[in-house]
């Protein structure tokens, strides 16, 4: 038995959430729901948009699914990542079929540094206008790189990047690199490459099927995670990770997207996905394999598909489709 804590959150987070859950539903797994209230509405009732409760909930979980938080997200996920010491942000870049994408033969992985970087919130106003400090220890580096490596060997990646701008940013992003290639000597089956990250973006566009694994500091991670969900189809379709050491979140890359709430429109498949990583880091390899063909296959077919897809079914529509396949398989 896994306990699952399921913090829905606002707007569409509550439609695709419900959506993956009658889908989770289809496999033969145990999983015990425990429900937490966050963001925007959470904070309307309560007047904090982050309950202790929920806090708790997450931290005694097995693994916790989240939907999206509004105008609160900042409150309530960027904090549960420093709460919860979620230290690695895993976001697939991954071409399914049948979507409107750039490129249709991507399969690879940026592993973000998640709690330090540009994003420690050391910001201050000064007589000139402001700073902010850019924060990179040898600690989270090692454990970042590490954390890169040991994917790409547990999951068959031969090349690992790490993705920096050493020539400007010497002192930070200059250790970020060496403590990267003291890291690879660990591995040497891996084979190694580094980047600057302007080049990097580029190379999004001109050869994206070069990457296997990419390692990088929280903010080129960030903004290189948007292009690549750019290059495979955009927001309703990119899932992501939150993992530390003992609790672990899944949670869509799109937010509540208020244009659509509440019109059954939300297209399941980024909240579907993360609910496949989930199942991966729970190391249900076989049910996350299941889930992850009847995704794919729903999407090969091409009908039953959300209005952002070309198609005109409903959320849930689509969920159950995806869960009558999985039901043929199982
Ligand atoms: P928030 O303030 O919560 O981040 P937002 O609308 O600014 O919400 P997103 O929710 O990330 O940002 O999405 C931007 C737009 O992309 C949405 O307004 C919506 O039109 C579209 N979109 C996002 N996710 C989905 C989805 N799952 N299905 C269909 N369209 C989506």
Redesign the pocket.
């Known amino acids: 038995m896994y306990k699952i804590a399921i913090v829905p959150g606002?707007?569409?987070g509550k439609e695709?959430m419900s959506a993956t859950l009658e889908v989770l539903d289809g496999l033969n797994l145990d999983l015990k729901y425990e429900y937490g209230e966050a963001g925007d509405e959470c904070f309307k009732k309560n007047g904090v948009a982050l309950l202790d409760e929920t806090i708790n909930i997450i931290r005694n979980s097995d693994a916790c699914l989240f939907g999206?938080?509004?105008?609160t997200?900042a409150d309530v996920i960027v904090k549960l990542r420093q709460i919860m010491n979620l230290f690695v942000n895993l976001r697939p870049i991954k071409s399914y079929p049948g979507t409107d994408s750039l490129f249709n033969d991507l399969d690879f992985i940026i592993v973000r540094e998640n709690t330090e970087g540009m994003y420690v919130g050391k910001e201050e106003y000064i007589e000139e206008g402001a700073i902010a400090k850019r924060i990179i220890t040898r600690e989270a580096s090692e454990r970042i790189c590490n954390f890169a490596f040991k994917y790409a060997r547990d999951n068959n990646k031969k090349k690992v990047t790490a993705v920096h701008k050493a020539n400007v940013l010497k002192k930070t992003d200059g250790l970020f690199k060496k403590v990267f290639y003291e890291v690879a000597n660990e591995y040497p089956d891996i084979e190694t490459e580094d980047y600057y990250v302007d080049a990097t973006a580029m190379y999004f566009l001109t050869r994206p099927q070069s990457f296997d694994v990419i390692v990088t500091t929280n903010l080129f991670g960030d903004i290189l995670s948007d292009e690549g969900a750019g290059l495979v189809g955009g927001?309703?379709l990119t899932p992501s990770g939150n993992i530390g050491k003992s609790n672990a979140l899944f949670e869509?890359?799109?937010?509540?997207?208020?244009?659509?709430a509440g019109k059954c429109?939300?297209?399941?498949?980024?909240m579907l996905l993360s609910a496949v990583m989930m199942l991966k880091y729970l190391n249900e390899q076989k049910s996350a394999k299941l889930l992850n063909d009847a995704i794919y296959n729903v999407l090969n077919e091409g009908k039953c598909l959300?209005p952002?897809m070309g198609a005109n079914s409903s959320t849930m529509e689509m969920a159950k489709e995806i869960k009558n396949k999985l039901l043929e398989k199982s």
Do not use: C, Q, R, Y
Request: hydrophobic residues 45%; aromatic residues 0%.
């Open positions: 606002d707007g569409i695709v999206a938080a509004g105008e997200a927001l309703g869509p890359v799109h937010g509540s997207a208020p244009d659509i429109l939300a297209n399941p498949t980024a959300t952002d």
